[in-house]
């Protein structure tokens, strides 16, 4: 990232973030465990690609957000491969936001990656970094779904968990609390172009480290640790399994325990 954003981007996850060993003590049965309580399981790729078309109008999906996404895409990968359908995941260490601060250069690029990646649906987290107005936001959003449209795929916004604001993130709550309503305002008039899908019974309302007893969310107050990143793969395919009734997410147990949880972005759990 190019700012000092707490807990976003290289630098600033390394001195933000106390490394702690709970990775360590995750086990394969905790992480199956939060897979399976989400009710859902996986389909394809891993962080980059793997074709292997199964699933009406889900042969190919293109994941895109910031730094909780990357983390997210670990998960969502594993499932995504075992499941047969392609993955690629484009989501960004300190931006990967189409409004707000460093959107301008994201969108030199992002065209491009989308068409190179021809995916069947594309699904935008929304991210910490997208402030504005609500003019502002719409406009990009819009921007956004006419351009997955012109690539031939369906767009999906998710909304993002609720993060600990400190003050860097505290000027932009009001921005970032507006942003789902704009995005499903979009979503809503679309035509079924796109659609809208509300994290929220993932991750509840607020910022929560510890779930079932389990580290849930990163110390730093923004990432998603293993099993929480694991809950919401689990949430998201069956969500999408009712969006592309083709689509049937794979066994958890073909995914959940695959090496993926210790990634080094994790690290802050």
């Given at each position: ?260 949880s210790g990634d080094k972005h994790f690290k802050g759990c």
């Amino acid at each position: 990232m190019a700012v000092a954003a707490p807990g976003h981007g290289g630098g600033t996850v390394d001195t933000m973030i106390k490394t702690r060993s709970l990775i360590l003590g995750l086990t394969a049965p905790l992480l199956l465990t939060a897979a399976c309580s989400a009710q859902s399981a996986a389909t394809d790729s891993g962080t980059t690609m793997t074709v292997s078309p199964a699933g009406k109008g889900l042969s190919k999906v293109l994941f895109l957000g910031d730094s909780i996404a990357v983390g997210e895409a670990l998960p969502l990968a594993a499932a995504f491969k075992a499941g047969g359908v392609g993955f690629r995941s484009n989501a960004s260490e300190g931006g990967g936001n189409v409004v707000g601060p460093f959107s301008d250069k994201n969108w030199k690029k992002l065209p491009g990656q989308i068409t190179a990646a021809k995916p069947a649906v594309v699904i935008y987290q929304l991210t910490t970094y997208d402030w504005g107005s609500a003019q502002e936001q719409r406009a990009a959003y819009g921007k956004l779904l006419a351009t997955v449209t012109k690539a031939g795929a369906e767009l999906v916004f998710v909304t993002a968990p609720p993060i600990k604001a400190d003050d860097f993130y505290k000027p932009h709550l009001a921005d970032l609390r507006r942003a789902p309503g704009v995005a499903r305002a979009v979503a809503s008039a679309s035509a079924g172009k796109a659609r809208f899908l509300d994290a929220g019974a993932v991750w509840g309302g607020t910022y929560q480290q510890v779930k079932d007893g389990k580290a849930d969310r990163s110390a730093d107050g923004i990432h998603t640790c293993p099993q929480g990143a694991a809950r919401f793969t689990g949430w998201l395919l069956r969500e999408l399994a009712k969006l592309f009734p083709g689509f049937s997410p794979a066994d958890p147990k073909s995914w959940a325990n695959t090496g993926w949880s210790g990634d080094k972005h994790f690290k802050g759990c």
